[in-house]
């Protein structure tokens, strides 16, 4: 009884012990902002990453690839038949984009994944990453809306906004050719270096022209199409990372987004045919949309591209039966906790000299652990935090014990044992680390509850943006709590408290009644 | 009154008690072969110069200290050598500390000091059942000891004769056989103490209460029946049994 007494009159006459709580506290807390925040942008990103994939993804080792989809589709659901909801034929090869931004060329490799918008929609949320169907969002506000309504499936057309766009540019591009022809008829002939970044037409008709592509080959004049609006006959969604980069806006200080080419622009693509042995392909497309999956790996190396054109240009088509050929199978499931058994199923119909049948999860196994070792180093780290606060526990309860030694001598005297006087300083101990941990677990929710209400308040105070969504895409920060994280922090941050009032209490518990009763 | 009443029986020996202290590389030996008896109602005094071992004796009758060699008796049954947790009953039990600077909790007022003793003895269940009963008897002992207005009071808010009321209101709350008295009245003014005397003498008369008390002071020390005086680690009795 005098055990919770005494440890009670201690809590409230000893405002050390205050520091020693707080500190929990804010252990806590951080922990538990940090750890929601990290598991927001986790589960962000493997939405995105799954998003992009499929939830198991069949590929032919060979980028040949292996004839006539229908037939592979047939077969996939006939093993795994009741589990998949969708499947979608796809190409994947590598390539190269090139495009004129502000009179240069700019070439990038890529992966280049021919797609069927429509079937490539209902094995993941496509839509959610293009850029046309979503609003832009700007201080946490929508800055533009959809360009698109709710009800469209993903296709190959422009958006009403990117239609305009390339009537205007095309429009002025004809009157700047035009005003250099004139130019040139009065003037000795001369090459003069344009500004103007979209000029195909212009590159094709004199292939000396110095900032022509190396790798195409003239083929543009033929495809360039009759209609001068009209779109090329290839079609591609690009990772935003591709056409564009984040500056900083002198003036304002903010992040800001500068686009190279935008939909309704056309790039060139390069790639190689299939076949022994592969030859160099190219073809023109029109940029439909921009897609944005925050995943810098995939914003700044997929090309998605519609599935016949790539097929015609890499020549996948048999002559003799007129079937196409894929090079693998996005597959979505009914329910993704039977992925392992469709896998397994997949693999007996789909040989592994051929194919590798895997879940999106083994696909992208090594980045996903990456993130794991990250937040657990990161977890390790903060823990630290918490564990030094156990040493502030243990110094100020050294102080307490030895500050209370007369009293540990009369409580002795008085006929209590050192289990009792121990239990003090342990009930002590434990006292701080639930207060301590029970209001760091409110402080840390009800900061990430207001984690972004938190940010604009910072962003108006020292006016530089914290968190700005140009970069991460996220109209704001992500959060996810997760309970038992909450749980194993707080009861973690006890523990600590009680272990470091372990050593202190034992003191306590062997002091020798005399010798604490002598001193005055 | 002149009927002859039989002695009564020894209630706490000590043995041929030894109890050296190390200072640094020499030993001091403070209490060499001690022998010395109180029987049950008795009210001893022990006086001796400062530094003497009158304390190292009390603390060693009081299970606050084991002797180097030698034992300690109650009613003739060996003690000193029992395991932590005996003593540690008996000296919630049987004995009572009252100590020269009253060594009060400075967390816990009058009534929560008073009762500390039975918040040891009690888990907290059986004190949680006990509680009015307890601190009724605790209030009881608080008035007698003249404490009535100071109830909730902290100990820096009292005097020190008050403060020693306090404490021996504690030593008695567990209802002792023997009170142990280190310098009572060594902190106080003559009167103070003199007052603190009477009510140990009340005491020892009322609850026939075994006193065992240190004092430097021979005019405190002859309130008690009998006097014995330690020098150089040796007991001598100074003043057999009085008649009172
Ligand atoms: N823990 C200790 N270590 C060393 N010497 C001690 C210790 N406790 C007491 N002493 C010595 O023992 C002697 C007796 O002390 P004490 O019993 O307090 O005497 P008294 O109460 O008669 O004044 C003194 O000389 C004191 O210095
Ligand atoms: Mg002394």
């Not at chain 2, 022998?35 to 003497?52: A, D, H, Q, T, Y």
């Not at chain 2, 907290?124 to 006990?130: D, F, G, N, R, V």
Request: net charge negative.
């Amino acid at each position: 009884m005098y055990k919770m007494l005494l440890c009670q009159r201690y809590l409230r006459t000893r405002y050390i012990a205050l520091a020693s709580i707080i500190s929990v506290m804010l252990g806590v807390a951080t922990m538990i902002v940090v750890n929601s925040v990290m598991s927001g942008f986790g589960t962000q990103m493997r939405d995105r990453i799954h998003g992009l994939l499929a939830d198991v993804v069949i590929e032919s080792h060979s980028y040949d690839g292996v004839s006539d989809p229908d037939l592979q589709i047939r077969i996939a659901r006939e093993v795994a038949d009741g589990y998949i909801e969708a499947v979608t034929p796809t190409v994947e090869v590598y390539g190269m984009l090139n495009f004129n931004f502000a009179g240069q060329w700019i070439t990038k490799p890529v992966t280049l994944i021919g797609i069927e918008p429509e079937g490539k929609a209902k094995v993941g949320p496509l839509r959610s990453f293009l850029d046309s169907f979503n609003p832009v969002y700007e201080n946490g506000e929508i800055a533009r809306p959809a360009l698109r309504p709710d009800e469209e499936i993903p296709n190959w057309k422009l958006s009403p906004e990117a239609e305009e766009y390339r009537h205007e540019k095309i429009d002025r591009q004809k009157w700047y050719e035009s005003q250099l022809a004139a130019l040139e008829s009065e003037k000795t002939p001369k090459q003069t270096a344009s500004i103007e970044p979209q000029q195909e037409v212009q590159t094709a008709a004199l292939p000396e022209d110095p900032f022509a592509d190396p790798f195409f080959d003239g083929q543009a004049a033929e495809q360039a199409p009759a209609d001068p609006y009209e779109m090329m006959d290839g079609r591609v969604y690009v990772g935003a990372g591709l056409v564009s980069y984040p500056y900083r806006d002198p003036e304002t200080g903010l992040m800001k987004t500068m686009m190279m080419a935008r939909p309704g622009d056309d790039v060139k693509i390069s790639t190689v045919t299939a076949g022994r042995p592969p030859s160099h392909a190219a073809f023109q497309a029109t940029i439909v949309d921009v897609f944005k999956s925050g995943m810098t790996e995939y914003d700044s190396n997929l090309v998605f591209c519609n599935l016949e054109e790539l097929q015609n240009v890499r020549g996948m088509l048999s002559p003799a039966t007129g079937k196409r050929a894929i090079t693998s199978l996005h597959i979505k499931l009914k329910d993704y906790k039977d992925a392992e058994v469709v896998v397994e199923r997949l693999k007996s119909a789909f040989p592994p000299d051929q194919f590798v049948v895997k879940t999106w999860e083994q696909k992208q196994g090594p980045l996903l652990a990456a993130v794991e070792v990250e937040s657990a180093i990161l977890n390790v780290l903060l823990f630290l935090i918490i564990a030094v606060a156990g040493f502030g526990i243990l110094a100020i309860f050294y102080m307490i014990v030895v500050e209370k030694t007369r009293d540990i001598g009369i409580l002795k005297a008085l006929g209590a044992g050192s289990g009792g006087i121990m239990s003090i300083f342990l009930s002590y101990g434990l006292a701080l680390g639930v207060v301590g941990s029970g209001v760091g677990v409110l402080l840390g929710l009800t900061f990430v509850h207001y984690i972004n209400q938190i940010e604009d308040a910072i962003t108006f105070i020292t006016g530089r943006k914290v968190f700005d969504e140009t970069i991460y895409y996220f109209p704001e920060i992500p959060t996810s709590v997760q309970p038992s994280m909450v749980i194993s922090v707080a009861l973690g941050a006890m523990l600590i408290a009680v272990l470091a009032s372990v050593f202190p209490a034992r003191r306590a518990a062997r002091m020798h009644p005399v010798e604490s009763l002598r001193r005055e | 009154m002149n009927e002859i009443l039989p002695t009564p029986p020894v209630h706490l020996s000590a043995v041929a008690l030894d109890k050296s202290y190390r200072k640094g590389p020499e030993a001091v030996n403070v209490l060499r072969g001690v022998n010395l008896e109180v029987r049950k109602g008795e009210f001893l005094s022990i006086i001796g110069r400062s530094g003497s071992g009158k304390s190292t004796l009390l603390h060693l009758a009081g299970l606050l200290d084991t002797p180097d060699i030698g034992e300690i008796r109650l009613d003739g049954k060996r003690i000193d050598h029992l395991p932590a947790k005996t003593r540690d009953q008996l000296r919630n039990r049987v004995f009572g500390f009252v100590f020269q600077f009253y060594h009060l909790l400075p967390e816990l007022n009058v009534l929560e000091n008073v009762l500390a003793p039975l918040m040891i003895r009690y888990s907290m269940w059986e004190y949680w059942k006990k509680r009015s009963e307890l601190q009724d008897q605790a209030r009881e002992l608080i008035a007698q000891v003249g404490l009535e207005h100071r109830i909730k009071h902290k100990p820096s808010q009292m005097s020190g004769g008050e403060l020693q009321r306090a404490a021996i209101a504690r030593s008695l709350i567990s209802e002792p056989e023997i009170l142990l008295a280190d310098e009572p009245t060594g902190n106080l003014d003559v009167d103070t103490g003199k007052g603190i005397i009477e009510l140990l003498e009340r005491l020892n008369s009322e609850r026939q209460l075994t006193i065992m008390m240190v004092t430097h002071d021979e005019a405190i020390a002859r309130k008690g029946q009998r006097i014995v005086r330690l020098s150089k680690g040796q007991v001598e009795n100074i003043r057999d049994r009085v008649a009172s």
